[in-house]
């Protein structure tokens, strides 16, 4: 098998529809962070982006799209901005993993959202842990019938605040697909606050990602898009989303929602009507990704599985990088396992959120202003 790197920026429209053959062949890799699209965009604004190609003959049998960072560091595309990452390929193809390294010039790739039991990846699983789905093949109705099953009172209470939203701050509206840019700064700015609020690090504070969900917004096909939805409160924004999709699965991304509604829990209300908007719109599935929130476990109606792994060639980078890296992926995975643990971290970023504003604001606080 001969292996070519090239940028995806330089794929030409072959290779680039080769690409979409190649991921509509195999549902497991029904994601857009896995698109040629997306690839390529993050190419527009990242200069360590490559895709190696993989060659069978005359054929094309794969791409593994990748970042290589400094000393051969190998990163899955997009990192920690996205949920899924892997090799596009033929169903079955096992390629020598090291020799992809080799010729991808790469010491190590540490992966931990990769799409469970690719054949090229699977001896290099450390672990493979569930992402919950909301499946609407069967239609929405199916799918809220479920939901009623995983938690009758907490549909109840949803529904009752909705209705409470509507009630007192005006009737709801739900928009799907919005095109408006004004719309998504708004959500951006929201997301934006929500990060600094619970102590996690501002992703909206890069220009670059700023940047790509411009360009992902901007995106309309049929096979890859930008879907930004919106709920409404009479004529004033309250929650929203903004994330990807293919032809049949939205993967989310950004959920945030106005602070002053809070109340009226807008998040998972917005989530149920953009869950209806999706399946109305044709979409087979809602892929909330792996870990984190409560609600995941009782709006979800199926699963998929990611994997946690390392790969790597003998060298004094790829030993530096374990030894950076082994440990806090460990501590995480311990955190993530134990609700208590990761409420408790939950409430220490917080903490430490409130404190950073606080301190922020006394420093903008002009002397003598008490």
Known sequence: MKINVVRPGELGAPERAR???????????????????FAVAMDRLRDYVRVAVLQDGDRIAGFFPYERHSFGIGKPLGGFLTTCHGLIAEPGLKADARALLRACKLTVFDFDHLVAGQPTFAPYESDVRPAPVMDFTAGFDAWIEQVRANSPKNLKTVRYKERKLGREQGELRFEWASPDPEVLRTLLAWKSDQYQRTGRVDRFAQPWIVELTDLMHAERSADFSGVLTMLYSGDVP???????????????????????????????????????????????MVDMGKGGKEYKDWLKSGTLYVAEGRVSRPSPAAAVHWMGRTPFNKARTIVLDRPSLYKAADRVLKGFGRMRRSIQHDVKEPTGAR
């Open 238 to 284: 309250v929650a929203g989303h903004f994330g990807l999709r293919t032809a049949t699965t939205l993967v989310g991304w950004f959920p945030a929602y106005d602070t002053a509604y809070a109340r009226y829990s807008p998040g998972i209300v917005h989530h149920l009507q953009m869950a209806e908007a999706a399946a109305a719109s044709g979409l087979h």
């Open 19 to 37: 690409w979409r053959e190649l991921q509509k062949a195999d549902p497991s890799l029904d994601n857009p962070f896995l698109s040629v699209e």
